[in-house]
T-cell receptor, first 107, second 115 residues
Framework: KNEVEQSPQNLTAQEGEFITINCSYS?????LHWLQQHPGGGIVSLFM???GKKKHGRLIATINIQEKHSSLHITASHPRDSAVYIC?????????FGKGTLLTVNP | DTEVTQTPKHLVMGMTNKKSLKCEQH?????MYWYKQKAKKPPELMFV???????INESVPSRFSPECPNSSLLNLHLHALQPEDSALYLC??????????????FGPGTRLTVT
């Protein structure tokens, strides 16, 4: 059974800081997703990764398949980045979700 | 258009009511999903439709009844729900639902309260 662990569970940062959220998983996967969810809101897909690194604006996601580990980085963080960030691994049809990281960015 | 829409946004229903949640996508995706999300928990998969056929039912109680009338539309019919069924119900779609890796696009969810 795949276990998806995220760290930290909660993260508070000052505006402008560089943020890193980590995700580790226990079995081989076909892809890893980083998702964003604002309180009470729906989910937005940020990245889907099978290998290497992807960048979109101030967000960067990396994955190391051998080490079964992924990181999400936010550069120059902003209060509007405050949300829950969820790592989810995909195996066949199914996504296995981590418990999420609650990020609060203070002005 | 990379949008998945869900209606209604909020729904309050009694335990004897019958209601339906609706999900729509116009991306030509052939797989659609229903998830249930309780507060401060990750989403839990309920159903997967692939090419308009139910391919996965994650042992969901029969008071939840999914329907896929066409490739763009997914419904979730609700009947005789319990208060513990109150949650955010999320719909998602992807290009296909098989072992290939396709990104899932999520809708904004329907916040359901059962009284």
């Amino acid at each position: 059974k795949n276990e998806v662990e995220q760290s930290p569970q909660n993260l508070t940062a000052q505006e402008g800081e560089f943020i890193t959220i980590n995700c580790s998983y226990s079995v081989g996967i076909s892809a890893l997703h980083w998702l964003q969810q604002h309180p009470g809101g729906g989910i937005v897909s940020l990245f889907m990764l099978s290998s290497g690194k992807k960048k979109h604006g101030r967000l960067i996601a990396t994955i190391n398949i051998q080490e079964k580990h992924s990181s999400l980085h936010i550069t120059a963080s902003h209060p509007r980045d405050s949300a829950v960030y969820i790592c989810a691994t995909r195996s066949n049809y199914k996504l296995t979700f981590g418990k999420g990281t609650l990020l609060t960015v203070n002005p | 258009d990379t949008e998945v829409t869900q209606t209604p946004k909020h729904l309050v229903m009694g335990m004897t009511n019958k209601k339906s949640l609706k999900c729509e996508q116009h991306m030509g995706h052939r797989a659609m999903y229903w998830y249930k999300q309780k507060a401060k928990k990750p989403p839990e998969l309920m159903f997967v439709y692939s090419y308009e056929k139910l391919s996965i039912n994650e042992s969901v109680p029969s008071r939840f009844s999914p329907e896929c009338p066409n490739s763009s539309l997914l419904n979730l019919h609700l009947h005789a729900l319990q208060p513990e069924d109150s949650a955010l119900y999320l719909c998602a779609s992807s290009q296909e639902g098989g072992p290939n890796t396709y990104e899932q696009y999520f809708g904004p969810g329907t916040r359901l309260t059962v009284t």
